[in-house]
């Protein structure tokens, strides 16, 4: 965006917080449609299974709406960074009021750990889809479905706390494949935080984190570049958010 196109939006949003015209704030619409289609696109391996894009937009869009209403002028975040939040929040609001994570699911997830750190003291090593699924006494094809359903969980998990917290994972890592605290998010502190628990990922792990938020590619396309199952993909993602989250728990429970 250039900085006149910056200009032209800020100008249009102060006119409209000062007479309420309604053209006006359609306009802005408008103007920010690219943060509703980037968010729709950003979480659709969340909801891609269970809904289709046009609900998500929707919804997306009333979010831009009330944040536009909501924002309040000359603060310290830009409006580009509120809305986001915003409409990220209003998604994942959407999706789990659409109920999309049974109690099964959650009951395979704490199945899936117990077996997972029994068969990882075992063996010495991390455990196959193949073991893991034996470990359970459940057939592959089922195993594989579950872990994919666990793996939407745990994205959504995550998910709302990037958004509650205003973490955003969208900037991505730096050339050295090491995610930049300063892009990562708008707070400094955060950014922090999030960088170095991102660092005590291991390699695979970090990268199915890169190719997941980052390049916005579906669990099913990494395997492909990782040449390993969606499967093992959904359990690396797993392990890696699972990690995430406990390195950040001090920070979150503040």
């Known amino acids: 965006m250039t900085d006149t ?13 000062e007479s309420g015209d309604k053209t ?14 980037y968010a729709a696109i950003s979480t659709r391996n969340m909801y891609l ?20 209403d909501s924002y309040v002028l000359d603060k310290e975040a830009s409006f580009k960074t509120y809305a986001s939040i ?28 117990a077996a997972y750190s029994e068969l990882y003291s075992e063996l010495d090593r991390e455990p196959t889809t193949e073991e893991l699924a034996a470990k359970m006494k459940m057939p592959v094809s089922k195993f594989e479905h579950c872990t994919y359903q666990m793996a939407t969980a745990q994205t959504m998990s995550f998910e709302e706390i990037l958004s509650d917290k205003g973490f955003d994972l969208a900037e991505g890592p730096d050339e050295e494949g090491i995610w930049s605290a300063e892009s990562s998010v708008h707070n400094k502190e955060r950014a922090k935080y999030l960088a170095e628990a991102i660092k005590t990922l291991k390699e695979r792990e970090r990268l199915v984190i890169t190719l997941y938020y980052y390049e916005k590619m579906r669990f099913s396309d990494i395997g492909k570049v990782l040449d390993i199952s969606e499967s093992r993909v959904c359990q690396l993602h797993t392990q890696a958010v ?12 503040r």
């Open 5 to 17: 196109e910056k200009e032209e939006r800020e100008l249009l949003l102060r006119r409209y917080k």
């Open 24 to 37: 006006l704030r359609n306009s802005i619409v408008m103007a920010y449609m690219d943060i509703v289609k």
């Open 86 to 113: 915003k409409i990220r929040g209003a998604i994942i609001d959407y999706i789990r009021r659409q109920d999309f994570i049974p109690r099964s699911v959650r009951r395979f997830a704490k199945e899936y750990d």
């Open 242 to 253: 699972n990690r995430m989250k406990k390195y950040l728990k001090d920070y979150l429970d």
């Open 49 to 68: 299974k269970f809904t289709d894009a046009e609900d998500i937009v929707n919804e997306a869009t009333i979010a831009l709406i009330n944040a536009i």
